[in-house]
């Protein structure tokens, strides 16, 4: 198992059947942009901190729903923020192209693992499987 260093994720290479699978990191959830906020690192545009603002000063519902979630919150989870330093793995085709020789058409045969990647991001660590 390998866990992103960018956004926490723990996962697999390959699925059980072998397929391969290429990590790409989420965007910021409504409890990190929340956590961004209070620490004075805001994400938001002065727009969506005003819109925020609205929301967030809407009175509670008198009968509050399950499961409920706070209409700011649920704002901040739908604009797709895109995570600091994210990971993704897919390969860029661009980098395919640099990297291809011009003569064969092939790859060099030592590429590091990450040198097709969109974006290395921050890195993976190798973890330990527990449970299992």
């Known amino acids: 198992m390998q866990q992103c260093l960018s956004c926490g994720g723990t996962y697999s290479a390959s699925s059980l059947d072998g397929v391969s699978y290429f990590h790409a990191c989420p965007p910021l959830s409504a409890p990190e942009i929340r956590k961004?906020?209070?620490?004075?690192?805001?994400?938001?545009?002065?727009?969506?901190q005003q819109q925020l603002a609205t929301l967030d000063a809407?009175?509670?519902?008198?009968?509050?729903?399950?499961?409920?979630?706070?209409p700011g919150d649920l704002y901040l989870a739908q604009l797709g923020l895109p995570r600091p330093n994210a990971r993704d793995e897919n390969i860029d085709p661009a980098k395919v192209a640099a990297l291809r020789d011009r003569t064969t058409g092939n790859l060099p045969t030592t590429l590091a693992p990450d040198a097709l990647a969109?974006?290395?991001?921050?890195?993976?660590?190798?973890?330990?499987?527990?449970g299992v």
């Open 36 to 48: 961004a906020i209070a620490a004075n690192a805001s994400p938001l545009t002065p727009a969506q």
């Open 58 to 70: 809407l009175p509670a519902p008198v009968v509050v729903p399950e499961p409920f979630v706070p």
């Open 118 to 130: 969109k974006s290395p991001g921050l890195g993976v660590k190798t973890v330990a499987v527990v």
